[in-house]
């Protein structure tokens, strides 16, 4: 059985990781009887430079119709002064929408401590950590919001708002995920001042009720943030509103050593959509020196999600012995290696 999947390169280091996760993710699927057939589309600041639009009908029917979406990352300074509407990034929550992925997997592990760490190593023995970071709601997608630009009485407005049955379906997916690990979760939110987010605490006590053998506890995402990085070991399973988890994730990478290193999956509708939780990285674009691990992981949760789960394995422990050794590693881990000669040490153990 093929593996047809769609692949967005995008924006920035984008294509340069994506180049290399493919290159892995062939050598795997080969290797368990699944080969990969992987067709790419524009999406993001390229495809908008070329037809005008970042999200062209023709991918948006690719993705419809396809199993699993690889996706790189899209934004580009060149459109840093246009409204949010009008970026490349607008084109990725279009997608996200689009497919009814409403829950973000962020897993967020800590094997390697790289020398600029702010860490000492005893600080990150055994951090293993899931956000669940709700991605089709909240502030990033609320009505109504604009601009009224009127000299010093300008305004600019978002909302943030949520439905019941928005935070239960998110919260139920963190619930699930708990009962494979540690089954313990973590509701984060600012329900000490928000409306939405005394809601959705309401929402996921509730929902708890469904799960007696997870142990379900409550924090504001303030002292969140601060617990992350002082106490990071207390959690398990984190589940969060779209803006929060978003930030929060950002900051756990941390822990796991580099932005570099972070999968995720997007994940609730009938196709997945697979991206590292980097953007596209315009300081280091065409260098050569992106990490491809984020992404190359990303891959492997793909195939774990579309049922190979031996394949999944395979890559992520191969990803767990080359960063260990650290000898073949890009240099946000500190080492010296180019993006492909770690994606190559990556491929070698498969
Ligand atoms: P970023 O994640 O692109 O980069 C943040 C920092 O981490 C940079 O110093 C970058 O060099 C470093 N970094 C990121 N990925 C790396 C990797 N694989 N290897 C080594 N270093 C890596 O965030 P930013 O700079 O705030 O945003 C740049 C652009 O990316 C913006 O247009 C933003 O909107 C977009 N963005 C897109 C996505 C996405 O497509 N999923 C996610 C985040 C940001
Ligand atoms: C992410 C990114 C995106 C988000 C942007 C690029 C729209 O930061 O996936 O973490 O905020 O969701
Ligand atoms: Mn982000």
Known sequence: MKLDIVVLPGDGIGPEVIAEALRVL??????????????????????????GRAFPDETRKACLETRAVLLGAVGDPSFDNLPPSERPEAALLELRKLLGNFANLRPIVAQF???????????????????????????YFGEPRGREDSGKDSRAWNTMVYTSAEV?????????????????????????????????????ESVGKDYPKVKLDHMYVDRAAMEIISNPRQFDVMVTANLFGDILSDEASVLAGSLGLLPSASIGGTVGIYEPVHGSAPDIAGKGIANPVAQIWTGAMMLEHLGHADAAKAVVGAIEKVVEEGKTVTRDLGGKASTTEAADAIAALL
């Open 168 to 204: 239960e379906r998110v919260a139920r997916v963190a619930f699930e995920a708990s009962l494979e690990r540690q089954a313990h979760v973590t509701s984060v939110d600012k329900s000490n001042v928000l409306v939405t987010s005394k809601m959705w605490r309401d929402v996921v």
């Open 26 to 51: 062939e050598v795997v699927t080969r290797r368990f009887g699944h080969p990969l057939q992987a067709k790419e589309y524009p999406f993001g600041t390229g495809a908008a430079a070329r037809s």
């Open 113 to 139: 401590n790289p020398p600029h760490s702010p860490f000492r190593d005893e600080a990150l023995a055994g951090i293993d950590l899931l956000i669940v970071r709700e991605l089709t709601g909240g502030i």
